[in-house]
């Protein structure tokens, strides 16, 4: 099967690292897709383990249609009744860019009435209950050319099944790993969030050191299809359990002046199983110092999007540099949308990546020390 791994635009070269690590094949990443032939194997080990990808999909067909007809043509030519059961529900999405076609909803209904008349000939019935199990599918047309794919995910990546309650600002899981990926951090080292909020950050480094899947604790919609071997999901579900590390010393905290983001942060881990591993505590940033003479912060501070005023935000900002100078040899990591953020902290980036949490666009600023000398 053709399968198809999503990630967030500035994600994809972490998320292509991330594949060619689990399953040793080079996906070429174009517009936040990711492509590579596979098993049903390969998407419960995607599913498993990518930590930066949002969702998984089975590319069912391509073709080119500038008309609503050769949409329906083009989509009734693709078997499937391989995947989709008599009783399955469909829901199908649309995505429509640069195309002669560009109707959103009109392609959803003509797409799907496409998709029941296919089965109604397969298997030679005149209505589809749609009880049964669900099958989300996208027919994404780009400059006239169509691309159909099953989403195998379900819900996205990014729940992976520990935060049901998020503060005020939250940050997805899928970022939070891709920014601990980007940064040098590694589980001889300690870490520290000092803008913790509900503590996505150092539990997704804790999930990382442990060497727990972070699709250990959720549900997939493949799983439940009658055109999957369910033996498969079971045996590598308990091959990611047998990997796990939990014996591995880390030394991870997470810090934030607010009681109640603590209280999320507490309860999130617990659900995660990693509370006994992460240090939470109530402070403020200012405060923050080591005994350790070489770290890593990874922090995601307020942007002042309706959070804070700018006047405190140029104040904490400036603070923070000030708290980050004082430490020995610890690097920094900072994902804000404040666009004078180097000017504030008072030192230019060592490096600089644009990425998006949601919808805005921010960078992630690396700030880099010293590296602590090898013990011989």
């Known amino acids: 099967m053709k399968i198809c791994v999503t990630s967030a635009s500035g994600v994809e070269a972490v998320t292509k690292r991330e594949i060619y690590k689990l399953l040793q094949v080079d996906a070429p990443a174009i517009s936040g897709r990711l492509s590579f032939e596979g098993d049903w194997e390969d998407i419960a080990k995607c599913n498993m383990y990518l930590r930066t990808a949002n969702r998984v999909g089975i590319i069912l067909g391509e073709f080119n249609a500038e008309t609503f007809d050769e949409l329906f043509d083009g989509i009734k030519n693709i078997a499937f009744e391989e995947f989709v059961s008599k009783d399955g529900k469909i829901v199908v999405t649309a995505k429509n860019v640069m195309s002669k076609i560009f109707a959103t909803s009109a392609t959803q ?52 099944g520990y ?38 950050i150092p539990i997704e480094a804790t999930l990382i050191a442990l060497n727990i899947a972070s699709g250990k604790n959720r549900t997939f919609d ?51 199983g990693v509370e006994k591993y992460i240090h939470f505590q109530r402070a403020d940033m200012r405060d923050f110092s080591s005994r350790f003479s070489h770290g890593v912060i990874i922090s995601n501070p307020p942007y002042g999007e309706r959070l804070l005023e700018r006047r405190e935000i140029e104040t904490l900002y400036k603070d923070y540099g000030k708290m980050i100078k004082s430490l020995d040899n610890w690097c920094a990591y900072t994902l804000t949308s404040v666009t004078d ?5 008072g030192r230019k980036a060592d490096k600089k990546r644009k990425l998006y949490n949601g919808k805005l666009e921010c960078n992630l600023f690396s700030h880099l020390a010293e590296p602590p000398k090898r013990q011989r």
Request: net charge positive; glycine share 6%.
């Open 109 to 160: 209904s003509i797409s799907k009435k496409a998709i029941c008349q296919r089965l109604f000939e397969k298997y030679k019935i005149t209505t589809l209950p749609e009880t049964g199990e669900r099958y989300k599918i996208e027919v994404a047309i780009l400059k006239d050319h169509v691309t159909v794919t099953l989403d195998t995910s379900g819900e996205g990546l990014h729940r992976r």
């Open 163 to 200: 935060r049901g309650l998020v503060g005020e600002a939250p940050l997805k899981e899928t970022l939070a790993s891709a920014i601990i990926q980007l940064s040098v951090w590694n589980p001889s080292r300690p870490l520290a969030d000092v803008f913790c909020g509900s503590g996505t």
């Open 222 to 272: 493949f799983v439940n299809w009658k055109c999957f071997d369910g033996s498969i999901f079971e045996r590598v579900k308990s091959q990611a359990i047998a990997n796990e590390r939990l014996d591995q010393e880390v030394r991870i905290s997470g810090f934030d002046i607010d009681e109640g983001q603590l209280k999320l942060a507490r309860k999130h881990a617990k659900e995660a």
């Open 341 to 345: 953020f180097e000017r504030l902290f």
